[in-house]
Structures are given as C-alpha cells and as structure tokens.
C-alpha cells in the first residue's frame, strides 16, 4: 500500500514539475530575455545587445526619441497569434503629473517583438518592429 503511495506521489510531483517547467521556459524565459534587451536599450547601450544589426537599428530609432526616458514604464505580453511564431507586444508609459496630483502629460508607445524558439532552452529574436512611436499627449 505504502509503494504505490509513493508511485502515485512521484508521478504527481514529476507532472507538476514539468508542467511548471514548460511554463517558465516556454513564457517567462523569452519575456525576461526581451526585458533585459529593452532595459540595456532605454539605458542607452545598444552595443551590448546580442541582436541583428537591422533590430538595433530599430531599437535605437525608438528610444532615441525626445520624448524617451529612464522612467519609462513597459510591460510585454504575448499576443497568441501565431504559436508557431510568438510575438511579444510590449507597451511603454510614462505619466507625469503636476503639483496638485493632476496628470500633466502621458507619453506611450507600443514595440512588437516577434521570436523563435532554437530549442527547449533557447530563444532568438527574429524581428523587432515599431508599432507606435513615441508619442506625448497633453
């Protein structure tokens, strides 16, 4: 009786394992990788990125923005288009507000990130592209 306790428990905690790991490096790996890009880029140290000349290029047009800042808020999801395909969608904000707590301007912007996946462990970026420049409203 106790044996198959056991078994039953491994099997379940073998699943629960792997469900959890298919989700970190199928979800969360790509997305911190992009993260870490989009951090180095809005710091301004587009040499240190390994990624295609033409995608820095882009990159750097983005955030070279007057209205670009190190405050900057992002967050990226994925957009479940194409699964064979993934592709990051990541919006940009910035709020400022004035003395009375009233918003003063909003600046937003959107990037696409599309990727491809080398293997279990690894992801590339295939192609980044604007979706909306920077863009200040009042």
């Known amino acids: 009786m106790n044996i ?6 491994s099997l379940v905690s073998i699943f629960i ?6 989700y970190y490096f199928s979800y969360q790996l790509p997305k911190s990788m992009v993260n870490r890009i989009i951090q180095k880029s809005i710091e301004g140290n ?9 995608d820095k290029e882009t990159l750097q ?9 190190k405050d900057l808020d992002f967050s990226g999801e994925f957009t479940h288009m194409n699964p064979n395909l993934p592709e990051l969608l990541y919006n940009f904000e910035y709020i400022e507000y004035n003395q009375i707590n009233q918003i003063r301007q909003i600046i937003v912007g959107a990037l696409a990130i599309e990727m491809t996946r080398q293997s279990f ?3 590339k970026i295939k192609q980044v592209r604007i979706i909306k420049n920077l863009q200040i409203y009042n």
């Not at 587009?46 to 033409?54: A, G, K, V, Y």
Request: charged share 20%; no cysteine.
């Open 4 to 9: 198959k306790k056991i078994i039953i428990l």
């Open 17 to 22: 394992l792997s469900s959890a790991g298919g």
């Open 46 to 54: 587009f040499s240190d990125l390994n990624i295609r000349t033409q």
């Open 61 to 69: 047009q983005f955030f070279k923005s007057e209205y670009a800042t």
């Open 121 to 123: 462990f690894k992801w």
